[in-house]
Nanobody
Framework: EVQLVESGGGLVQPGGSLKLTCATS????????VSWVRQAPGKGVEWVSD???????NYADSVKGRFTTSRDDASNTAYLQMNSLKPEDTAVYYC?????RGQGTQVTVSS
């Protein structure tokens, strides 16, 4: 059974950091692109980052230099390290593999 489970969200002050985790099962994870996307209240889904097999990465301009995505193929897990968080980063964050997503994890940036 294919499964993605995001975790690590929470409430953080502006300038703070969070690390999100995407635990997967049922995929040949090491062969697949892993994306992070987010959806803010009342807005559409926004692409955040990609990490390719072999570790190459791509980021949206809005997060470049602040967010870092990584992967551990041995444990079928991907990560999103988020630093220098801003209120506009507030959203539900999802990891995506082959067009599938988990339930998401809420990130709220507020003082």
């Amino acid at each position: 059974e294919v499964q993605l489970v995001e975790s690590g969200g929470g409430l953080v002050q502006p300038g703070g950091s969070l690390k999100l985790t995407c635990a997967t099962s049922g995929f040949t994870f090491w062969t697949l692109l892993v994306s992070w996307v987010r959806q803010a209240p009342g807005k559409g889904v926004e692409w955040v980052s990609d990490i390719y097999t072999g570790g190459g990465t791509n980021y949206a301009d809005s997060v470049k230099g602040r967010f870092t995505t990584s992967r551990d193929d041995a444990s079928n897990t991907a990560y999103l390290q988020m630093n220098s968080l801003k209120p506009e980063d507030t959203a539900v964050y999802y990891c995506s593999v082959l067009g599938r997503r988990g339930q998401g994890t809420q990130v709220t940036v507020s003082s």
